[in-house]
């Protein structure tokens, strides 16, 4: 049989059924410490032992925290320690706190014995691809102790990121509006037409806008750079709608876009950087476009008014001044 849980029963909630908060803030790590060694645990004395506390300490860890909650959290029962529903959602929750306690602690010691770290990085499919592993060979040349972590995304997914704190830098394909986001300028990218080696194009010293426009097209995903600075040029500099274009697909990637165009699926306008060993390899033609010149640059983007550790500062001074194209900017 389950005996009575910790608390005595679940107390009475607010007017609205949602728990105080000023009582819920007073939950501390203690007590959340104390709910996941009982868990690991399986029973009280052997938790309280792991915590160096008397038996009766710990269980009135758990009651306080049921008090803050309104709600018991463990039943106990000859088997051990089954958690209610409140109990499981405060146990998951209070796990990744403490794994986050133990990577902050980690991290710090790495700071302080070798002047090293980790880099948390997200950019665009661009940079990620096609700029920064060269980049980030010649930083860890410099800065053996210092790691770096890139997750690749579209644009505007680089910027949630930097703003939810889920990474400290970017590297996207167009400057950032959001006013807590701080912008520089880093290197220089050319956007091209592209088609199949055996394109009817191939050939030509140039093609019409309006030819353009008529032909199948492939194209990124919204979210995209290189889509929303291709949408821009059009708008601005040609007064053409992107909704104009014969468009038969979009893609998530630019390796995904050259395939389609080696398939023949249709014609694209790429990043030169992301097409350049293609065309070297004769696979594609870039095919110019009249009066046309699609350039963007590439930003470095991070929270204003961040604090940044030492070898955060030592990535963004290397970053700043070094160039993809050749060795380090003069």
């Known amino acids: ?19 105080r908060f000023d009582a819920f803030r007073n939950i501390s790590l203690q007590q959340l410490e104390a709910l996941v060694f009982l868990v690991q645990e399986g029973n009280f004395s052997r938790a309280a032992r792991r915590m160096n506390l008397s038996q009766p300490s710990l269980t009135k860890h758990i009651q306080n925290m049921e008090s803050a909650l309104e709600a018991p959290v463990a039943i106990r029962e000859k088997s051990g320690v089954t958690l209610t529903p409140e109990g499981r959602v405060v146990y998951d929750y209070a796990r990744r706190v403490f794994k986050l306690r133990e990577d ?12 090293g770290g980790d880099i948390a990085l997200a950019a665009s ?3 990620a691809t096609y700029i920064l592993p060269a980049v980030l060979s ?12 890139v997750q690749t995304a579209d644009s505007q997914e680089v910027q949630d990121l930097i703003l939810n704190g889920e990474r400290e830098f970017g590297i996207i394909g167009r400057k950032p509006s959001h006013a807590k986001l701080a912008a520089e300028p880093l290197w220089r990218d050319r956007l091209i037409l592209v088609v199949p080696a055996d394109h ?7 093609v019409s806008p309006a030819e353009l426009a008529a032909e199948p097209f492939v194209l990124r995903e919204p979210g995209s750079g290189t889509r929303d600075i291709l949408a821009g040029y059009l708008r601005d500099q040609a007064g053409v709608e992107l909704s104009a ?13 050259k395939e389609a165009v080696l398939a023949g699926l249709g014609v694209s306008i790429l990043s030169v950087r992301a097409v350049r060993r293609e065309i070297d390899q004769g696979l594609l033609r870039e095919c110019p476009v009249a009066d046309w010149r699609i350039e963007r640059a590439f930003h470095l983007i ?8 030492r070898h955060q500062r030592l990535f963004l001074d290397f970053i700043r001044q070094v160039s993809p194209d050749d060795s380090v900017r003069p």
Not at 138 to 149: K, L, N, T
């Open 1 to 19: 049989m389950r005996s009575a849980p910790v608390e005595t029963g679940r107390r009475e909630c607010g007017r609205d059924g949602a728990m």
């Open 104 to 115: 902050a602690r980690d991290r710090i010691a790495r700071v302080r014995e070798h002047e």
């Open 125 to 127: 499919t661009i940079p």
């Open 138 to 149: 010649r930083f860890r040349s410099r800065c053996p102790q210092i790691r770096v972590f």
């Open 200 to 206: 009817r194009w191939a050939r030509k010293a140039s």
């Open 245 to 257: 274009f014969n468009l038969i697909a979009e893609l998530g990637s630019s390796e995904a876009i």
């Open 302 to 309: 991070f929270r204003r008014q961040a604090a940044f550790l």
